[in-house]
């Protein structure tokens, strides 16, 4: 573990305070976590575009009915 020191403007240090008190642990390991969160999110963020962008393309089959743009756009479920 190394130690680090960050300054923080007078409203984000209080709800980190408060963030870190409600979840009963301290400030210190409380940034720690979320900046371990960030680094996975961003790890598998990185991951996942570099798993899309190395598949090799695939042409469309001819003849075949492409969806309609209602099809592609649907967000009926994210409402």
């Known amino acids: 573990m190394r130690n680090v020191t960050i300054t923080l ?9 408060l963030e870190a008190a409600e979840q009963n642990t301290s400030v210190s390991r ?19 575009m570099t798993a899309y962008l190395e598949r090799k393309p695939r042409k469309l089959r001819s003849g075949a009915r492409l969806p309609r743009r209602e099809e592609v756009h649907d967000r009926t479920r994210l409402r």
């Not at 403007?9 to 709800?15: P, V």
């Not at 409380?30 to 996942?48: F, K, N, P, S």
Request: proline residues 0%; hydrophobic residues 45%.
């Open 9 to 17: 403007d007078e409203e984000t240090a209080r709800w980190l305070r």
């Open 30 to 48: 409380l940034v720690g976590t979320l900046l371990r969160e960030r680094m996975t999110a961003d790890r598998a963020y990185e991951a996942a």
